[in-house]
């Protein structure tokens, strides 16, 4: 259908308005092409008239229907235009109280002004894997979007967050931060999540400030990277700022603060730890009162500075940091109040008694003279000279406040360095979601700088933006196969170009800062020559000082002052310096940092005629060169990433709550880029459907045959081609059905009016009914009236005299018949009763004579008992004094034996440990005397070498100057006849002098060589000794330890011996272990000589050692002080350190000799290089003469010939040299042969103390070998005592049973006797009663034998135990926990069978009395179940099994304690199997406790079993037919069950579950009160989530949705009554539930609904009855929504109601659960272990 169709009467546009933007207005008349004017009734009814065009009509835009108004998803509108968005929004904050709302991929947050409790932990929760379109908008949706993308398609995200100030920025991404750190909760012990939250407190308080827009605005652009590990838990984050505004440090508009750190300082001025600041009160410094405004209304800077010395600390940044810190920002504010005065003359000056100076100097540890001077001058560099200009007052402020700014930036990025440090932990990123929190296209009355760097960063992002969205829209078309066609849409690239490009307004504007003389006027003259053909340029009319710029979302002009001055960010190089040279580290180290980071970044104010400067903007970067750099790097991220929009919006300037002012929003929608998504979205296909959801919707408008179809894809094909003739205006998609901008309107009024006809067919065969029956009513009571009448009137006729004579007979007749038949029956009951009395009293009489011979009896049986009782207390007593005797006795022999053992143990031990210290202390001794025998080889070697050399150095020198002497001689006779040798002899000289420095490196090396040797040696000799040092520490500790391992050792045989010492027989082991001891005393001797013997020679050894050391380098005074002058042995450790403390001084002598002969070489070959360097002089003086006698010629053979002669003395100096080879060879020899004499010695000595070893390892083998021979006695005494034991036990069981057959005989003897002494008595006077008595007698005593002679072929009569061994415990609790498997049939046909077996083998342990046995049994069933539980925690059936098991094995310990509470309902077998001898009161408290954790394991485990279909069962699944709540849902759809063709879940199959669940629980014999328990916490859970779901969704908030929800209350009721669980109170979980159900469906408009409303909702809190109220959606156009008056109203009458203040339930509650008594009436006798169970190893007892 065409567009124009629908302009129709009754249909509503929307016409522009200047108050509102747009208002509506409803059509009176049918459009009709061709018209002028289009008539419009307003909704004040006054009429309009709108005019049109006939050529080309522009008809306004049309409203939505009032179905669709109100909806999440703004593209789920019809008409898709810019008033439709802002009805949208109006509708959803100011009447539903609703904040935010999707449109497409964006969300748009609109700022309440006000807390709202929709960000809980249990919203979060509720969220946490929910897909986007199941819940209603919220961050935490888009968030969780995020997370799940990161998880899913392993690719990073970011989320952009964008607005104005005051919109929400800052808030939005704290919440989206907040909601990462919960659902993601790291296991390390760093908790990193909550540093992540930390910081904004942190970055907030030295970020933003108070502005006329926001009281929280955030002054800096931050992407914050949150980073994920491969489990996607966080483990880091980072951050980045962008244009921090530093103008705000030293200037605040009226009605603005500075930053929030200032206002939080001073106000804890008077704190001890900010008293040496010097702080005043903000009003009194000049940075802090500008604006006028110091404080915020309901901040308290105060408790916020707390709170940011509390996050700093959390973020690890300790005191001295924050003390820095807090020094930097006092310095600033001091700085701002040093007042400088204007001198005259163009100079200005600083007083240096300004206290704020001397305060500002001594917090930033700078000179005072140093900055007063450069405040208030210059320094001019000129070709030749450097001149120092003061400055005026003006230039001098504007360089304080310079300095001032530039310090806070670098106070600030210096806090970000430092959070960004504290949010790193090692681990390895996996992926990473970054928060966008950045400002808003920007446009005031005054735009400057920072605005224009602000709408350029917002040309980038829409840029992206639109590049995305379009990207989203092609895919899902080309996935639903549907042809894409190219849109028209606004592309910002231009703009971007003309910003960014080259030449364009940044290029000009860097260009423009490098020249010295360059102003804001000149830069402006630039733009206009050169944008001026540019259409998105312009220059304003009336101003020459600024220029226009068309950007996406509007014109902004702009001021061109203070473009340079802010791009150049310019400072003072001479105060930089001042700043550098600080005392504060601190400070100091924010300078360097920048120096080194970005050399030459600040701009030095130059003279008129300064040097070239570099071009480089590397080198010279201005701000907005970098600003463009990081905005680049942002987007690069961006880009690399799947981003996700949030677009916060103010809704009014004057921050009131829920105020909606049109004009403020639709420019803030235009300016973020909404309005062009819904443009573009419109051009397309906007509505988009489901094939599904339109069958659910539209099915109203189908057709019978069309119905019928099974196949509904092709029905909506079908239906939609009927409906809807042109094509063009809807595409099928492969899941989808795409619309054209109105069609869904269009659709909706057939809908509409296909309903309003049935509603009227409905009501005339309602109305025609209710008359039918009404006169159906009248009719029926007209007949009986007539029945009446004729009834009374032929009574009168048929009444008469005689008549009434036969009525008095017939009553006369009557009374005397009955006064008759009630005489008969009075003598009868009268008869029976005397006849009863009389059997009555004779039953008395001979009760009381019976009762009478009873007592009489009793008298005389207790007569005999207590006689009986007194002899057995006697003899009990007797017993127990034997026993204490003989016990005393035992004692004190096992106390003598213990103390033999534990000396001769310790001896033994100590020998054991000393053979071992001292075979170890040899082996290092031994490489210690090898070290020091080796140096002392190569140190002789060396020093012979050293002689050798010299020796020949000193010939060789001597020779030469022999030499050179008769040369010197000869020539002063032969001068003319030297100059035709010269060559010759100069090269010959030459040889020799190369020869001798060789000679002298060779030399020089080998002496380098020795002395690293000996460096070498000593510090391994003093690594040796230390090392030795920390060996001998060591022992001595293992020592102690072993020390005391021999006494916990000697302790536990000491317990194993008690048992064995309690018979008499072991005395006579006593003389063995006297033999034995005396046997290990006389080998600890031998070991003690052997030890001497060894320390000896060990001592000997050294004194050698030492000896081969000093022999040659110190007397002998001092080589016998480094050796021990006592003569006793050296055989303990301290002695052995001695020894090692006397090598270690000697060696010390040794190097210090070694360092004196080194020093005396050094000496030597000093003297030597002077003779060489006087040598080579007198050589160059020859050869000077040599070329002056070159004329000489005749001569020259002769002399040629002399000095061959001369030279057979280098054949000599040869022979020299091989000889000095030759003896080096022989003293490397030499030292081989001593190396191998000491390995020799080594060798030796390391055998002897091996065989030695070895001696004494086999003898501790020999003693251990005797232990274990004792240990293996005791042991088999042991278990022949333990023998011993059970057969007394045996004994004293078999002695216990005679005794009470001897008492029951005694009794019957005595009762015999008693019953013949009174019949004696009365045999006067009864002499027939005698004989009848004697003949009862003697059948009796003859009943007696023959009842004694059978008693043997009775059956055996079990007491209810079970016997095992203790060896078998293990297997018991491996077949009946471990392995036991909860669907065996024995199991299942005897519940509870587990515990009633473990409980019997209980008894038998408490019936021999062995409380060891019984502990074990008791800890090993408690650990067996623990570790099923642990093993199997998700096992539903295996963890049931176990609750009832444990449960009935706690009742068991109960019933059977012997407690009075608990034996009530015992019967007489049952309290005779009551425990005996131990109170197993703890473990039962121990076995509740794990009764507990299994519970609730249990209870969990069905929670996430029924919850994933809580949702879909209760809520989405329509349940009543014909019901249908759908609607259009927008982009963003549901990923439930309903809209697929089969359903998953539905209320049936909760029911199903839940009978699931009963049925295990009955199986498993689970007591009913326990099955009530968590049938209630079931329901609770399932009406805590439904209810949890309402409150999140809008679309569940309906009127029909309230019908179904209380159709699947009533199914969950039924299932409890077809249970027996009435009694659980299980429904009365679904109240709150219930009742919002109801209040979905009631009325609510007038007053008396309200008063109604808030009686009946008694379950819900004010918070969830408002927002079911702002939240009801109306299906249809006959439903209405609930105006906001009535929300008000509601909500003042449950405003003082008491209770929780939270919207959601907890899903986490747990009721407390209670496990009541309740007695088992299972006899244990009558119980059998089936052999399926595998327990052959317990006979019954």
């Given at each position: 259908?065409?567009?124009?169709?629908?302009?129709?009467?009754?249909?509503?546009?929307?016409?522009?308005?200047?108050?509102?933007?747009?208002?509506?207005?409803?059509?009176?008349?049918?459009?009709?092409?061709?018209?002028?004017?289009?008539?419009?009734?307003?909704?004040?009814?006054?009429?309009?008239?709108?005019?049109?065009?006939?050529?080309?009509?522009?008809?306004?835009?049309?409203?939505?229907?009032?179905?669709?108004?109100?909806?999440?998803?703004?593209?789920?509108?019809?008409?898709?235009?810019?008033?439709?968005?802002?009805?949208?929004?109006?509708?959803?904050?100011?009447?539903?109280?609703?904040?935010?709302?999707?449109?497409?991929?964006?969300?748009?947050?609109?700022?309440?002004?006000?807390?709202?409790?929709?960000?809980?932990d249990a919203i979060i929760h509720a969220y946490s894997g929910q897909n986007m379109g199941d819940m209603d908008p919220h961050i935490f949706a888009v968030a969780e979007e995020a997370y799940k993308q990161m998880a899913r398609n392993h690719k990073n995200q970011s989320i952009i967050v964008s607005g104005e100030s005051g919109a929400g920025k800052t808030v939005s991404a704290r919440y989206a931060m907040r909601y990462f750190a919960i659902v993601s909760k790291s296991g390390s012990n760093t908790r990193v999540e909550d540093k992540v939250l930390a910081s904004n407190p942190v970055t907030e308080a030295i970020g933003n400030a108070k502005t006329t827009r926001n009281d929280n605005s955030s002054r800096f652009g931050k992407y914050t990277e949150i980073s994920f590990d491969r489990r996607y838990r966080i483990i880091g984050a980072n951050m980045r700022t962008y244009l921090l505004e530093k103008s705000r440090v030293v200037f605040q508009a009226d009605n603005e603060r500075n930053y929030h750190i200032f206002y939080q300082m001073c106000s804890c001025?008077?704190?001890?730890?900010?008293?040496?600041?010097?702080?005043?009160?903000?009003?009194?410094?000049?940075?802090?009162?500008?604006?006028?405004?110091?404080?915020?209304?309901?901040?308290?800077?105060?408790?916020?500075?707390?709170?940011?010395?509390?996050?700093?600390?959390?973020?690890?940044?300790?005191?001295?940091?924050?003390?820095?810190?807090?020094?930097?920002?006092?310095?600033?504010?001091?700085?701002?109040?040093?007042?400088?005065?204007?001198?005259?003359?163009?100079?200005?000056?600083?007083?240096?008694?300004?206290?704020?100076?001397?305060?500002?100097?001594?917090?930033?540890?700078?000179?005072?003279?140093?900055?007063?001077?450069?405040?208030?001058?210059?320094?001019?560099?000129?070709?030749?000279?450097?001149?120092?200009?003061?400055?005026?007052?003006?230039?001098?402020?504007?360089?304080?406040?310079?300095?001032?700014?530039?310090?806070?930036?670098?106070?600030?990025?210096?806090?970000?360095?430092?959070?960004?440090?504290?949010?790193?932990?090692?681990?390895?990123?996996?992926?990473?979601?970054?928060?966008?929190?950045?400002?808003?296209?920007?446009?005031?009355?005054?735009?400057?700088?920072?605005?224009?760097?602000?709408?350029?960063?917002?040309?980038?992002?829409?840029?992206?933006?639109?590049?995305?969205?379009?990207?989203l829209e092609q895919e899902e078309y080309m996935k639903e196969d549907i042809p894409w066609t190219l849109i028209d849409f606004y592309d910002n690239q231009p703009v971007i170009d003309l910003i960014e490009a080259k030449m364009g307004i940044l290029d000009l504007l860097d260009e423009e800062c490098l020249f010295p003389q360059g102003t804001d006027q000149t830069w402006l003259m630039k733009l206009y020559s050169y944008m001026d053909t540019n259409p998105l340029f312009e220059k304003p009319r009336l101003s020459n000082e600024a220029f226009v710029i068309q950007h996406f979302a509007d014109k902004v002009e702009y001021q061109c002052r203070g473009f340079l001055e802010k791009n150049r960010d310019t400072l003072y190089e001479e105060l930089v310096d001042i700043m550098r040279a600080s005392e504060f580290p601190f400070l100091a180290l924010f300078f360097h940092e920048e120096e080194k980071s970005t050399a030459n970044s600040k701009v030095k104010v130059r003279p008129a005629r300064p040097g070239l400067k570099p071009a480089n903007k590397q080198l010279?970067?201005?701000?907005?060169?970098?600003?463009?750099?990081?905005?680049?790097?942002?987007?690069?991220?961006?880009?690399?990433?799947?981003?996700?929009?949030?677009?916060?919006?103010?809704?009014?300037?004057?921050?009131?709550?829920?105020?909606?002012?049109?004009?403020?929003?639709?420019?803030?929608?235009?300016?973020?880029?909404?309005?062009?998504?819904?443009?573009?979205?419109?051009?397309?296909?906007?509505?988009?459907?489901?094939?599904?959801?339109?069958?659910?919707?539209?099915?109203?408008?189908?057709?019978?045959?069309?119905?019928?179809?099974?196949?509904?894809?092709?029905?909506?094909?079908?239906?939609?081609?009927?409906?809807?003739?042109?094509?063009?205006?809807?595409?099928?998609?492969?899941?989808?059905?795409?619309?054209?901008?109105?069609?869904?309107?269009?659709?909706?009024?057939?809908?509409?009016?296909?309903?309003?006809?049935?509603?009227?067919?409905?009501?005339?065969?309602?109305?025609?009914?209710?008359?039918?029956?009404?006169?159906?009513?009248?009719?029926?009571?007209?007949?009986?009236?007539?029945?009446?009448?004729?009834?009374?009137?032929?009574?009168?006729?048929?009444?008469?005299?005689?008549?009434?004579?036969?009525?008095?007979?017939?009553?006369?007749?009557?009374?005397?018949?009955?006064?008759?038949?009630?005489?008969?029956?009075?003598?009868l009951v009268r008869l029976a009763s005397v006849t009863i009395q009389a059997f009555t009293r004779g039953w008395m009489a001979r009760k009381r004579y019976k009762k009478m011979i009873e007592e009489n009896k009793a008298l005389v049986i207790q007569k005999y008992a207590r006689a009986w009782l007194a002899r057995r207390r006697f003899q009990t007593m007797r017993r127990l004094v034997m026993n204490v005797q003989l016990s005393f006795r035992v004692q004190k022999l096992r106390k003598k034996i213990e103390d033999q053992n534990k000396e001769s143990r310790g001896l033994m031990e100590r020998l054991t440990s000393l053979a071992s210290t001292h075979a170890q202390t040899v082996d290092r001794l031994q490489a210690v005397e090898a070290q020091l025998e080796k140096s002392t080889s190569q140190k002789a070697s060396v020093v012979a070498r050293e002689k050798k050399g010299k020796e020949d150095a000193t010939q060789t020198i001597i020779q030469l100057r022999q030499e050179i002497n008769v040369l010197i001689l000869e020539k002063k006779k032969l001068d003319?006849?030297?100059?035709?040798?010269?060559?010759?002899?100069?090269?010959?000289?030459?040889?020799?002098?190369?020869?001798?420095?060789?000679?002298?490196?060779?030399?020089?090396?080998?002496?380098?060589?020795?002395?690293?040797?000996?460096?070498?040696?000593?510090?391994?000799?003093?690594?040796?000794?230390?090392?030795?040092?920390?060996?001998?520490?060591?022992?001595?500790?293992?020592?102690?330890?072993?020390?005391?391992?021999?006494?916990?050792?000697?302790?536990?045989?000491?317990?194993?011996?008690?048992?064995?010492?309690?018979?008499?027989?072991?005395?006579?082991?006593?003389?063995?272990?006297?033999?034995?001891?005396?046997?290990?005393?006389?080998?600890?001797?031998?070991?003690?000589?052997?030890?001497?013997?060894?320390?000896?020679?060990?001592?000997?050894?050294?004194?050698?050692?030492?000896?081969?050391?000093?022999?040659?380098?110190?007397?002998?005074?001092?080589?016998?002080?480094?050796?021990?002058?006592?003569?006793?042995?050296?055989?303990?450790?301290?002695?052995?350190?001695?020894?090692?403390?006397?090598?270690?001084?000697?060696?010390?002598?040794?190097?210090?000799?070694?360092?004196?002969?080194?020093?005396?070489?050094?000496?030597?070959?000093?003297?030597?290089?002077?003779?060489?360097?006087?040598?080579?002089?007198?050589?160059?003086?020859?050869?000077?003469?040599?070329?002056?006698?070159?004329?000489?010629?005749?001569?020259?053979?002769?002399?040629?010939?002399?000095?061959?002669?001369?030279?057979?003395?280098?054949?000599?100096?040869?022979?020299?040299?091989?000889?000095?080879?030759?003896?080096?060879?022989?003293?490397?020899?030499?030292?081989?042969?001593?190396?191998?004499?000491?390995?020799?010695?080594?060798?030796?000595?390391?055998?002897?103390?091996?065989?030695?070893?070895?001696?004494?390892?086999?003898?501790?083998?020999?003693?251990?070998?005797?232990?274990?021979?004792?240990?293996?006695?005791?042991?088999?005494?042991?278990?022949?005592?333990?023998?011993?034991?059970?057969?007394?036990?045996?004994?004293?069981?078999?002695?216990?049973?005679?005794?009470?057959?001897?008492?029951?005989?005694?009794?019957?003897?005595?009762?015999?006797?008693?019953?013949?002494?009174?019949?004696?008595?009365?045999?006067?006077?009864?002499?027939?009663?005698?004989?009848?008595?004697?003949?009862?007698?003697?059948?009796?005593?003859?009943?007696?034998?023959?009842?004694?002679?059978?008693?043997?072929?009775?059956?055996?009569?079990?007491?209810?135990?079970?016997?095992?061994?203790?060896?078998?415990?293990?297997?018991?609790?491996?077949?009946?926990?471990?392995?036991?498997?909860?669907?065996?049939?024995?199991?299942?046909?005897?519940?509870?069978?587990?515990?009633?077996?473990?409980?019997?083998?209980?008894?038998?342990?408490?019936?021999?009395?062995?409380?060891?046995?019984?502990?074990?049994?008791?800890?090993?069933?408690?650990?067996?179940?623990?570790?099923?539980?642990?093993?199997?925690?998700?096992?539903?059936?295996?963890?049931?099994?176990?609750?009832?098991?444990?449960?009935?094995?706690?009742?068991?310990?109960?019933?059977?304690?012997?407690?009075?509470?608990?034996?009530?309902?015992?019967?007489?077998?049952?309290?005779?199997?009551?425990?005996?001898?131990?109170?197993?009161?703890?473990?039962?408290?121990?076995?509740?406790?794990?009764?507990?954790?299994?519970?609730?394991?249990?209870?969990?485990?069905?929670?996430?079993?029924?919850?994933?279909?809580?949702?879909?069962?209760?809520?989405?699944?329509?349940?009543?037919?014909?019901?249908?709540?759908?609607?259009?849902?927008?982009?963003?759809?549901?990923?439930?069950?309903?809209?697929?063709?089969?359903?998953?879940?539905?209320?049936?199959?909760?029911?199903?579950?839940?009978?699931?669940?009963?049925?295990?629980?009955?199986?498993?014999?689970?007591?009913?009160?326990?099955?009530?328990?968590?049938?209630?916490?079931?329901?609770?859970?399932?009406?805590?989530?439904?209810?949890?779901?309402?409150?999140?969704?809008?679309?569940?908030?309906?009127?029909?949705?309230?019908?179904?929800?209380?159709?699947?209350?009533?199914?969950?009721?039924?299932?409890?009554?077809?249970?027996?669980?009435?009694?659980?109170?299980?429904?009365?979980?679904?109240?709150?539930?219930?009742?919002?159900?109801?209040?979905?469906?009631?009325?609510?408009?007038?007053?008396?609904?309200?008063?109604?409303?808030?009686?009946?909702?008694?379950?819900?809190?004010?918070?969830?009855?408002?927002?079911?109220?702002?939240?009801?959606?109306?299906?249809?156009?006959?439903?209405?929504?609930?105006?906001?008056?009535?929300?008000?109203?509601?909500?003042?009458?449950?405003?003082?109601?008491?209770?929780?203040?939270?919207?959601?339930?907890?899903?986490?509650?747990?009721?407390?659960?209670?496990?009541?008594?309740?007695?088992?009436?299972?006899?244990?006798?009558?119980?059998?272990?089936?052999?399926?169970?595998?327990?052959?190893?317990?006979?019954?007892?």
């Amino acid at each position: 259908m065409a567009l124009l169709e629908l302009y129709t009467e009754f249909n509503r546009v929307w016409i522009p308005d200047a108050e509102h933007v747009w208002k509506s207005a409803e059509i009176v008349r049918d459009f009709q092409s061709g018209d002028k004017v289009l008539e419009l009734l307003l909704e004040d009814g006054t009429k309009h008239h709108h005019p049109l065009d006939p050529s080309t009509p522009r008809l306004p835009p049309l409203r939505n229907p009032d179905i669709l108004v109100g909806e999440n998803d703004l593209t789920a509108l019809s008409y898709l235009h810019e008033p439709a968005v802002l009805h949208n929004l109006r509708v959803r904050f100011v009447e539903s109280r609703i904040i935010y709302t999707y449109c497409g991929i964006i969300l748009v947050a609109v700022n309440p002004y006000k807390q709202l409790p929709i960000y809980g932990d249990a919203i979060i929760h509720a969220y946490s894997g929910q897909n986007m379109g199941d819940m209603d908008p919220h961050i935490f949706a888009v968030a969780e979007e995020a997370y799940k993308q990161m998880a899913r398609n392993h690719k990073n995200q970011s989320i952009i967050v964008s607005g104005e100030s005051g919109a929400g920025k800052t808030v939005s991404a704290r919440y989206a931060m907040r909601y990462f750190a919960i659902v993601s909760k790291s296991g390390s012990n760093t908790r990193v999540e909550d540093k992540v939250l930390a910081s904004n407190p942190v970055t907030e308080a030295i970020g933003n400030a108070k502005t006329t827009r926001n009281d929280n605005s955030s002054r800096f652009g931050k992407y914050t990277e949150i980073s994920f590990d491969r489990r996607y838990r966080i483990i880091g984050a980072n951050m980045r700022t962008y244009l921090l505004e530093k103008s705000r440090v030293v200037f605040q508009a009226d009605n603005e603060r500075n930053y929030h750190i200032f206002y939080q300082m001073c106000s804890c001025a008077q704190l001890p730890e900010f008293k040496s600041l010097r702080l005043l009160s903000a009003d009194k410094f000049q940075y802090t009162s500008i604006g006028g405004d110091i404080t915020i209304e309901g901040v308290d800077d105060k408790k916020d500075m707390e709170e940011t010395r509390r996050t700093f600390s959390l973020l690890g940044l300790k005191e001295d940091f924050q003390s820095d810190v807090f020094k930097v920002l006092a310095a600033i504010l001091h700085l701002g109040n040093v007042e400088i005065k204007d001198s005259g003359k163009d100079k200005s000056s600083v007083s240096l008694s300004d206290p704020h100076l001397a305060v500002c100097c001594e917090l930033l540890a700078v000179s005072v003279e140093g900055l007063v001077r450069w405040l208030c001058h210059r320094r001019i560099v000129l070709v030749a000279e450097t001149v120092v200009k003061p400055v005026t007052k003006e230039r001098a402020v504007n360089a304080r406040d310079a300095l001032a700014k530039h310090i806070y930036a670098l106070l600030f990025d210096c806090i970000i360095n430092r959070i960004n440090t504290a949010l790193q932990v090692p681990g390895k990123q996996h992926a990473f979601i970054g928060v966008l929190d950045i400002y808003g296209f920007e446009t005031f009355d005054i735009n400057s700088f920072e605005q224009f760097c602000i709408n350029y960063a917002n040309e980038k992002l829409q840029q992206q933006f639109n590049l995305h969205v379009f990207k989203l829209e092609q895919e899902e078309y080309m996935k639903e196969d549907i042809p894409w066609t190219l849109i028209d849409f606004y592309d910002n690239q231009p703009v971007i170009d003309l910003i960014e490009a080259k030449m364009g307004i940044l290029d000009l504007l860097d260009e423009e800062c490098l020249f010295p003389q360059g102003t804001d006027q000149t830069w402006l003259m630039k733009l206009y020559s050169y944008m001026d053909t540019n259409p998105l340029f312009e220059k304003p009319r009336l101003s020459n000082e600024a220029f226009v710029i068309q950007h996406f979302a509007d014109k902004v002009e702009y001021q061109c002052r203070g473009f340079l001055e802010k791009n150049r960010d310019t400072l003072y190089e001479e105060l930089v310096d001042i700043m550098r040279a600080s005392e504060f580290p601190f400070l100091a180290l924010f300078f360097h940092e920048e120096e080194k980071s970005t050399a030459n970044s600040k701009v030095k104010v130059r003279p008129a005629r300064p040097g070239l400067k570099p071009a480089n903007k590397q080198l010279r970067a201005s701000v907005g060169d970098k600003f463009s750099s990081s905005l680049s790097l942002l987007m690069e991220t961006l880009n690399a990433t799947t981003p996700h929009y949030v677009r916060c919006i103010k809704p009014n300037d004057e921050k009131l709550p829920f105020e909606y002012d049109s004009r403020r929003v639709v420019q803030q929608l235009r300016a973020c880029g909404v309005l062009e998504t819904i443009r573009v979205s419109a051009q397309s296909y906007p509505s988009r459907w489901t094939y599904i959801e339109f069958y659910s919707r539209y099915s109203i408008l189908m057709s019978h045959q069309e119905s019928d179809l099974r196949d509904k894809k092709q029905t909506c094909k079908d239906v939609l081609q009927r409906l809807i003739q042109d094509p063009n205006q809807y595409k099928f998609g492969r899941t989808k059905i795409f619309f054209r901008a109105g069609q869904v309107a269009y659709l909706e009024k057939l809908r509409l009016d296909r309903l309003r006809g049935a509603s009227v067919t409905i009501q005339k065969h309602v109305r025609g009914w209710s008359q039918r029956r009404k006169y159906l009513r009248m009719r029926e009571a007209a007949i009986i009236l007539q029945q009446y009448i004729r009834g009374k009137r032929t009574i009168r006729k048929m009444v008469s005299a005689a008549t009434l004579k036969r009525g008095w007979a017939t009553m006369v007749i009557q009374r005397h018949w009955r006064g008759y038949r009630t005489r008969q029956i009075y003598q009868l009951v009268r008869l029976a009763s005397v006849t009863i009395q009389a059997f009555t009293r004779g039953w008395m009489a001979r009760k009381r004579y019976k009762k009478m011979i009873e007592e009489n009896k009793a008298l005389v049986i207790q007569k005999y008992a207590r006689a009986w009782l007194a002899r057995r207390r006697f003899q009990t007593m007797r017993r127990l004094v034997m026993n204490v005797q003989l016990s005393f006795r035992v004692q004190k022999l096992r106390k003598k034996i213990e103390d033999q053992n534990k000396e001769s143990r310790g001896l033994m031990e100590r020998l054991t440990s000393l053979a071992s210290t001292h075979a170890q202390t040899v082996d290092r001794l031994q490489a210690v005397e090898a070290q020091l025998e080796k140096s002392t080889s190569q140190k002789a070697s060396v020093v012979a070498r050293e002689k050798k050399g010299k020796e020949d150095a000193t010939q060789t020198i001597i020779q030469l100057r022999q030499e050179i002497n008769v040369l010197i001689l000869e020539k002063k006779k032969l001068d003319q006849k030297f100059e035709a040798s010269t060559k010759e002899a100069k090269e010959n000289f030459d040889v020799i002098k190369g020869s001798l420095l060789d000679e002298k490196e060779t030399e020089a090396r080998l002496r380098k060589i020795a002395e690293n040797n000996i460096e070498i040696q000593r510090q391994d000799h003093e690594k040796e000794v230390e090392a030795l040092k920390e060996e001998i520490k060591r022992l001595k500790e293992e020592r102690v330890t072993l020390h005391r391992k021999v006494e916990e050792e000697g302790q536990v045989s000491s317990d194993l011996q008690e048992q064995v010492l309690q018979l008499t027989k072991l005395v006579k082991t006593i003389p063995e272990l006297h033999r034995d001891l005396n046997n290990l005393q006389n080998q600890r001797n031998n070991m003690d000589r052997k030890m001497k013997q060894h320390s000896e020679q060990a001592r000997a050894k050294m004194t050698e050692i030492t000896r081969q050391l000093l022999g040659g380098v110190v007397e002998e005074e001092v080589l016998l002080g480094l050796t021990p002058n006592d003569s006793e042995e050296i055989y303990e450790v301290e002695d052995l350190l001695a020894a090692f403390e006397g090598l270690h001084k000697a060696t010390r002598i040794l190097e210090t000799h070694q360092r004196e002969q080194k020093e005396g070489y050094e000496t030597k070959l000093e003297g030597l290089q002077l003779k060489v360097d006087h040598l080579q002089n007198e050589n160059s003086k020859l050869q000077n003469l040599f070329q002056e006698k070159s004329n000489v010629n005749e001569n020259i053979r002769q002399e040629v010939s002399r000095l061959s002669s001369e030279n057979s003395v280098l054949p000599e100096l040869k022979l020299q040299v091989s000889e000095l080879q030759r003896q080096k060879q022989e003293l490397e020899l030499h030292g081989k042969e001593l190396n191998r004499e000491l390995a020799e010695k080594t060798e030796e000595i390391t055998n002897t103390l091996q065989a030695k070893i070895n001696e004494e390892t086999s003898q501790r083998r020999h003693f251990e070998e005797k232990a274990e021979a004792l240990e293996e006695v005791k042991r088999q005494l042991q278990s022949q005592v333990e023998d011993l034991e059970e057969e007394n036990d045996h004994l004293r069981r078999q002695q216990l049973m005679e005794s009470e057959a001897k008492s029951k005989l005694r009794e019957e003897t005595s009762q015999l006797t008693a019953v013949n002494m009174d019949f004696e008595e009365q045999l006067d006077h009864r002499d027939r009663l005698i004989k009848k008595l004697q003949n009862q007698i003697k059948s009796f005593e003859s009943a007696q034998k023959v009842k004694q002679t059978s008693a043997p072929a009775l059956p055996k009569e079990y007491l209810g135990m079970l016997e095992y061994k203790r060896e078998d415990e293990p297997k018991l609790i491996q077949n009946i926990i471990l392995d036991l498997k909860p669907k065996g049939v024995v199991v299942n046909m005897i519940p509870g069978l587990p515990a009633y077996i473990v409980f019997m083998c209980v008894r038998f342990a408490d019936y021999l009395n062995d409380e060891a046995k019984l502990k074990s049994l008791m800890n090993a069933i408690i650990c067996a179940v623990k570790k099923v539980i642990m093993d199997y925690p998700k096992d539903f059936e295996l963890l049931s099994f176990w609750l009832s098991n444990t449960y009935q094995l706690l009742n068991c310990l109960k019933q059977y304690s012997g407690e009075e509470e608990f034996m009530k309902q015992n019967t007489a077998r049952q309290k005779k199997n009551c425990l005996q001898n131990f109170d197993l009161s703890e473990h039962r408290q121990i076995l509740s406790d794990l009764a507990i954790h299994i519970y609730h394991q249990f209870i969990t485990v069905m929670e996430k079993s029924i919850t994933p279909g809580i949702v879909p069962g209760m809520l989405e699944h329509e349940s009543l037919q014909g019901i249908s709540s759908m609607k259009p849902t927008g982009v963003r759809k549901r990923s439930n069950s309903i809209y697929e063709d089969s359903e998953t879940y539905s209320i049936s199959s909760i029911i199903q579950q839940l009978t699931v669940f009963h049925s295990t629980m009955n199986q498993h014999g689970m007591e009913q009160g326990l099955i009530k328990q968590a049938v209630k916490q079931l329901f609770y859970q399932v009406g805590a989530i439904t209810l949890n779901n309402i409150m999140l969704r809008k679309d569940m908030c309906s009127c029909r949705k309230g019908m179904q929800i209380r159709c699947n209350i009533s199914y969950l009721e039924e299932w409890l009554k077809e249970k027996e669980l009435q009694s659980s109170n299980a429904i009365d979980t679904l109240r709150p539930l219930s009742q919002a159900a109801w209040l979905l469906q009631v009325n609510k408009s007038t007053d008396d609904d309200a008063k109604e409303i808030t009686d009946k909702c008694t379950e819900l809190n004010p918070v969830q009855i408002v927002k079911i109220l702002n939240s009801y959606t109306p299906i249809d156009d006959f439903e209405k929504r609930v105006s906001s008056s009535f929300v008000r109203k509601v909500q003042s009458l449950v405003h003082d109601r008491d209770g929780s203040t939270q919207m959601m339930l907890d899903t986490d509650y747990r009721f407390q659960v209670t496990f009541p008594f309740c007695p088992s009436p299972q006899a244990l006798e009558l119980l059998q272990v089936p052999n399926s169970l595998h327990l052959g190893f317990l006979t019954r007892i």
